[in-house]
């Protein structure tokens, strides 16, 4: 399912491209940078994703490219650090991309539209569009919402409460426990599956316990 979304995605995006500007020796590729982590702990999650890019576009090619342009993916090591994404992204810059992709940690997705909105604003006529594929903290795309920033997978909130509207269908659920990150993320979950489960399930059934971890 995730793969068809980014095929839809990769297919339906490059007709806007003409809101980015690209360098005039690449105007039949359409370049996309994947900041994510390809070393370290969070290797085999950034390298899943850069293949499924890769053979999405690739697979998009074979069948012409769209309007004529042909896809590249170029990935990028963040190393699931916040400020290590942001001199990746300027080093794709400066290759002349300007589509970043990134979905693994939402204070990395924080910092790339940020980094995004100010750079835009600081740059005209060099703006990027940042693509968030799977970072859900809502706070995102609500508090820190940008022009530049789109996100297409479902936030936390909107996960809880379809978790929740499940539980409450089945009287056999009658405790949940919660383990979350320790952070934006892991904090939203924890809120907001709490009052999910409070405003969905009967009190009688009601029972959550939560801690935290890194």
């Not at 963040?78 to 979905?103: C, M, W, Y």
């Not at 056999?172 to 904090?187: A, E, P, T, V, W």
């Amino acid at each position: 399912m995730r793969a068809l979304r980014l095929e839809l995605l990769l297919s339906g995006l490059v007709p806007v491209l003409g809101l980015v500007p690209a360098p005039a020796c690449a105007q039949d590729i359409s370049r996309f940078a994947y900041i994510d982590p390809l070393s370290g702990g969070g290797a085999s999650i950034g390298e899943v994703g850069l293949k499924t890019f890769q053979f999405i576009a690739e697979e998009i090619n074979q069948k012409g490219g769209v309007l004529g342009k042909k896809l590249e993916i170029v990935g990028y090591d963040n190393k699931v650090n916040p400020q290590e994404s942001l001199v990746q992204i300027q080093k794709a810059l400066d290759a002349g991309i300007r589509i970043v992709t990134q979905g693994n940690g939402s204070s990395v997705a924080a910092a790339i539209s940020d980094f995004a909105a100010k750079y835009n604003e600081r740059n005209p006529g060099k703006e990027f569009l940042y693509l968030n594929y799977a970072a859900v903290d809502p706070v995102l795309t609500n508090d820190k919402c940008n022009y530049w920033h789109f996100r297409w997978d479902a936030n936390s909130d909107i996960k809880m409460a379809a978790l929740t509207d499940y539980m409450k269908t089945r009287p056999n659920i009658k405790k949940l426990y919660l383990i979350n990150q320790d952070y934006s993320f892991g904090q939203s979950v924890r809120s907001e599956a709490r009052r999910c489960w409070e405003q969905n399930v009967p009190t009688s059934r009601s029972s959550v316990t939560s801690c935290t971890r890194c």
